[in-house]
C-alpha cells in the first residue's frame, strides 16, 4: 500500500532572525520537558530542558517557555543560523521514566 | 558523536524473522532507552532500563522486548516481524533515571530496520 508519512509543521526564517517553535502537550502530569533537534540522518540531539517548577529556562541562543495552563510549551532560538535548520521536537515526560515525543516541526534558515 | 553506540547500523530482513538491535551505553550512564521512528508515527518510546532492571514501558509490542545486562549493554528483540516494523529503532542513555537537571537523554545514531 501507499506510505503516508508524518505531515510535519514548518517554519522558514531567514538567517540571523528569531525562530519561535511551539508545542502543545497532552498529560496535564508531566513535569519534564525536553526540546530535542534532529538533523537529516542523526539521532535526535537534546536542546534544553524544563522542569514543571519553572516556566522559563535559558541556554544558549535557546529559550524555553512553559505555560502549565494552557499546557504549551515553546522554543525561541535566537539569531538563526542555517546550522539550525533541522527538525525539532518537543518531548514530555512524567519523572523521567516514560517519554512521549511531538510530531516534531521542520525548520529551514534561508541564507 | 554522542557516545552511544548502536549495531548494526543498517538491517534488512524478511517477514516473521527475528532480530536483535545492541545498544552500548555512554560510559557511566546506567539507563538505556528505546525508541521507535517511523514515517507515519513519529518518535515513540518504547521501553527505559535502569542498572538493568525494566523501569517503565512504552508502546512496545508483545513481539518485541528488551534487556540491560550487567556490564549495562542493552538488546531489543524484535521477532514475527511485520512490514509496519520497518523503521529506525533509536536508543538514548542517560546518568540516572529521574528527572534530574543530569539526565539528558543522548541518542545513539540508529539502526535502520526495513522489512521486505
Known amino acids: 500500500g501507499e506510505s503516508v508519512g508524518l505531515h510535519l509543521p514548518t517554519l522558514s526564517v531567514q538567517e540571523g532572525d528569531n525562530s519561535i517553535i511551539n508545542c502543545a502537550y497532552s498529560?496535564?502530569?508531566?513535569?519534564?520537558f525536553i526540546w530535542y533537534k534532529q538533523e537529516s540522518g542523526k539521532g535526535p540531539q537534546f536542546i534544553i530542558d524544563i522542569r514543571s517548577n519553572m516556566d522559563k529556562r535559558q541556554g544558549q541562543r535557546v529559550t524555553v517557555l512553559l505555560n502549565k495552563t494552557v499546557k504549551h510549551l515553546s522554543l525561541q532560538i535566537a539569531a538563526t543560523q542555517p546550522g539550525d535548520s533541522a527538525v525539532y521536537f518537543c518531548a514530555e515526560s512524567i519523572s523521567g521514566n516514560q517519554f512521549y515525543f511531538g510530531t516534531g516541526t521542520s525548520l529551514t534558515v534561508i541564507p | 558523536d554522542s557516545g552511544v553506540t548502536q549495531t548494526p547500523k543498517h538491517l534488512i530482513t524478511a517477514t516473521g524473522q527475528r532480530v536483535t538491535l545492541r545498544c552500548s551505553p555512554r560510559?557511566?550512564?546506567?539507563?538505556v532507552y528505546w525508541y521507535q521512528q517511523s514515517l507515519d508515527q513519529g518518535l515513540q518510546f518504547l521501553i527505559h532500563?535502569?542498572?538493568?532492571?525494566?523501569?517503565a514501558k512504552g508502546n512496545i509490542l508483545e513481539r518485541f522486548s528488551a534487556q540491560q545486562f550487567p556490564d549495562l549493554h542493552s538488546e531489543l528483540n524484535l521477532s514475527s516481524l511485520e512490514l509496519g516494523d520497518s523503521a529506525l529503532y533509536f536508543c538514548?542513555?542517560?546518568?540516572?533515571?529521574?528527572?534530574?537537571?543530569?539526565?539528558?537523554?543522548?541518542f545513539g545514531p540508529g539502526t535502520r530496520l526495513t522489512v521486505l
Open positions: 560510559s557511566g550512564d546506567l539507563s
Open positions: 532500563y535502569y542498572n538493568g532492571e525494566e523501569r
Open positions: 538514548a542513555s542517560s546518568v540516572a533515571g529521574g528527572a534530574t537537571s543530569t539526565d539528558t537523554q543522548y
Open positions: 498529560n496535564s502530569a508531566s513535569d519534564y
